[in-house]
């Protein structure tokens, strides 16, 4: 008989990557159609982040109120608005693994998404916004930082950037630092040093 959740501690299996299933379209394709069916029909995390408001939104609009008469371009949009958080998995779902729906909302997305990324369809912008190491790097050269910096201020070279880059022009973007914490860090001296040397007094030794 199936139970309505699971009341063992949950399980994670680990994410078969190696397998040639992993990154087969029609397979993934089906597993995003068995769990999104699911979802729809349990909706607990409809507050969690935008995937799930866009994919019942996306079902509630559509011409048969169900998944089956939605576009499978939804199902990018989906996939491109989890940013892998965990807490569907963590704190909502209740037909995680031991479960027999296996349900594991994140690792389908991060399946979906290293499709993506395998067959190029990821866009620039995602790629640049991702390669926070090398853009830190860049943009972490003391003269690279201020023209970085004189550049976001400026409305016409962020519509250049919106067109080229796809980064939105009304984005509030952080302000760049050459002189990183790390840098400071290294410069620092340490003032003075504590030694905690432990007392230990016996009652009877305090006496003699
Ligand atoms: S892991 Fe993804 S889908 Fe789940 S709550 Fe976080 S952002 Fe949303
Ligand atoms: S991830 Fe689990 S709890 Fe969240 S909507 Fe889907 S089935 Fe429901």
Request: proline content about 6%; glycine content about 2%.
């Amino acid at each position: 008989m199936q139970r309505e959740g699971s009341l063992e501690a949950p399980t994670r299996h680990p994410l078969d990557w190696q397998s040639p299933d992993f990154s087969n379209e029609a397979s993934l394709f089906k597993e995003l159609e068995r769990v999104f069916d699911i979802c729809h029909g349990c909706r607990r995390c409809f507050n969690l982040c935008q995937s799930f408001p866009t994919l019942f939104d996306a079902i509630d609009e559509s011409d048969s109120g169900e998944l089956d008469s939605v576009d499978k371009s939804v199902y990018w949009e989906v996939v491109d608005h989890c940013y892998l958080c965990d807490m569907c998995y963590m704190t909502k779902c209740p037909y995680v693994p031991p479960h027999a729906w296996n349900i594991d909302f994140p690792h389908l997305m991060l399946r979906a998404k290293a499709f993506k990324f395998e067959h190029k369809k990821t866009k620039l912008r995602d790629k640049i916004l991702t390669s926070t190491d090398s853009v830190g790097n860049l943009l972490g050269i003391p003269v690279v930082s201020q023209v970085a910096n004189a550049a976001n201020k400026s409305k016409m070279l962020r519509k250049v950037t919106e067109k080229v880059a796809g980064i939105s022009a009304e984005a509030i973007l952080p302000k760049f630092h050459s002189n990183t914490l790390r840098k400071r860090d290294r410069k620092r001296q340490p003032s003075c040093v504590i030694v905690v040397i432990p007392l230990v007094i016996h009652k009877d030794q305090s006496s003699e």
